[in-house]
């Protein structure tokens, strides 16, 4: 048996393990089963897990800012992709966040894998 990688690039904070102080573990759940886009751009952030499925750690992304690259298939990036996303979304980001008591310092473009 064996076990791919992926690859991210996402702007937004890391969680690594913890859920945000100010979620229960029951509304965390919640929360991670909402995939659908009108659920994310409501509440103003994606979850992207990373680290692996068995084990995961937590990213929360502004919407639209994930890049991914799939084991085998190189993606390009391009440099006007760091600058070109929605800033107004960043206020929604950051103002969702204080609502969930998560911390910002870290609030920034991250590369992170997710093994499989």
Known sequence: MGFHATTMLAYGIDLGEEQPPNVTEEQWEE???EWGKDEIAARGYDIIIHCS???PMYF???PGTEKTAYQGYPK???YDDFNTFDH???ADFIHAMEKL???TTNLGWHIMG???
């Open 31 to 33: 929360i991670r089963e």
């Open 76 to 78: 390009p990036v391009d």
């Open 53 to 55: 499925y068995d084990y």
């Open 114 to 116: 997710v093994l499989g």
């Open 101 to 103: 008591g998560a911390d």
């Open 60 to 62: 929360l992304a502004i």
């Open 88 to 90: 107004h979304l960043l």
